[in-house]
């Protein structure tokens, strides 16, 4: 279970005296004779009781969360995910000594901390915990994001590439399933029958904390959203050390497509999207070379030991595909991009400014406007059309339809399997 520093600390009882003040209003000392005080002002060798000093109250997080994670977790320990033993044949990984060693040794390594993934899921607990209680129908798309980037930037304590945002806070609407973010300008307004897909990133020394949940208003979709946070959760029990992509597939559709959803006395199947899946993540790099489609098929591909992968699961009443549609915001740079000579000086600037920022961490347009950037849509495109950026824009299923999104981050050990962004949500 996740430490919360949301709850409020249980301070001490205040000791009998505070501040050096006695409970005598002559300044005596409990217990002693008629006198001893006024003795002891006249200079007499008598020594008074130490007072206990007050313990300094614990740190309350504020809310919304601003307070950094570093004034909770001083010692730079943060918990652990939900733990869950290997399968069948890999159940020995729990108690082998080797495997054991192997992690301590893990943990030695700056680069290879743990540390860094569990802050990073923290703050995405902390964040979203808010996010889920403060977004409300009324409330502009621009607003929302804007809040939950704030709150991953305090509570991450951002530092240029060191720790901040993972990728832009994904509020994707209805039938769009992925890759929206408002960009400057954005009037889109939350409507009571919306369903909000909100997907969240942080990162801390590129280690990044990819999760996403999905909220409604109103009861029409709630089968939707349950078929989808199964799904997500089958994902998460078949996936191990030596577990096939494929099969992992097949599993996440049979949970998904057992579930039927009623709109207007109309029932619908819910449809796994046959071309969105889940991925590995690599150090600044939010999709690495594996991915576990949401569809049974013949990857043998195998979980390795070390892995660490986005489960991730979408869920459509329509036809269960998706098509790039809309005008676009989300940004990275191509990891292993060419080193290309730019006709557009003011691409190689903006080039300079992406390097600087963001690396190979995705950003949106937003986050440019933030850093003083303007009139760069134009340097923007050439870098995307020399092959240097990539482009997202939204992933839409039929206008209409309804899509939901759940995920989690899941780290294989060498011992077990830990869900690092589990929380008492989902």
């Known amino acids: 279970m996740a430490v919360d520093p ?10 009998a005296h505070v501040n050096g003040e006695d409970d005598n209003d002559e300044g005596e000392e409990d217990g002693a004779p008629e006198g001893a005080a006024a003795g002891w002002r006249e200079g007499k060798k008598k020594k008074k009781k130490k007072k206990p000093k007050k313990k300094a109250n614990k740190p309350e997080q504020s809310d919304p969360p601003r307070i950094g994670l570093s004034k909770f977790f001083p010692d730079g320990t943060y918990p652990e995910g939900q733990i869950e033993e290997y399968k069948d044949d890999n159940r020995w990984r729990t108690t082998s000594e080797e495997k ?13 901390n743990y540390n860094n993934i569990r802050k990073a899921a923290e703050v995405h607990r902390l964040v979203r915990k808010h996010a889920k209680k403060y977004i409300k129908p009324g ?7 804007e809040t939950i980037e704030d709150g991953i930037r305090a509570l991450v304590e951002e530092n240029g590439l060191e720790a901040g945002i993972g990728f832009p806070t994904g509020l994707s609407l209805n039938h769009c399933a992925a890759h929206y973010t408002p960009n400057a300008g954005d ?6 029958g919306d369903v909000l897909k909100v997907d969240i990133g942080v990162q801390v020394k590129g280690r990044i904390c990819d999760s996403a949940f999905t909220l409604n208003f109103e ?3 709630d ?13 998460i029990r078949e996936a191990g050390i030596d577990a096939r992509l494929g099969e992992i597939g097949g599993a996440i559709q049979e949970t998904m497509e057992s579930y039927e959803v009623e709109v207007n006395g109309k029932i619908l199947p819910v449809k796994a999207i046959e071309n969105l899946s889940g991925h590995t993540i690599h150090p600044y790099q939010i999709h690495g070379r594996k991915s576990v489609l949401l569809v049974k098929n013949n990857d043998q591909t195998k979980m390795e030991e070390g892995d660490y992968f986005a489960i991730e699961t979408f869920g459509s009443t329509g036809r269960g595909k998706v098509v790039e549609q809309g005008e676009c915001s989300h940004y990275a740079k191509i990891w292993d991009a060419p080193n290309v000579q730019l006709r557009l000086t003011t691409a190689q600037s903006l080039l300079k400014t992406i390097n600087k920022n963001f690396g190979t961490i995705p950003f949106c347009r ?15 495109n ?7 950026v990539n482009s997202y824009p939204p992933l839409c299923d039929a206008p209409g339809s309804m899509t939901a999104q759940f995920e989690h981050t899941i780290l294989l050990r060498p011992t077990v399997k830990e869900v690092v962004s589990r929380g008492d949500d989902y």
């Open 6 to 15: 949301l709850a409020a600390p249980t301070e001490d009882p205040a000791p």
């Open 100 to 112: 054991r060693y192997e992690e301590k040794m893990i943990m030695q390594d700056p680069e290879a």
């Open 139 to 145: 409330m502009t798309m621009t607003h929302i994001a």
């Open 187 to 192: 009037t889109i307004v939350l409507k009571q």
């Open 219 to 221: 009861p029409t979709y």
């Open 223 to 235: 089968k939707l959203l349950e078929a989808v946070k199964a799904a997500t959760n089958t994902g």
């Open 366 to 380: 937003r986050y440019l406007d933030r850093l003083g950037e303007s009139r760069y849509l134009l340097a923007l």
């Open 382 to 388: 050439h870098l995307v059309q020399q092959g240097v």
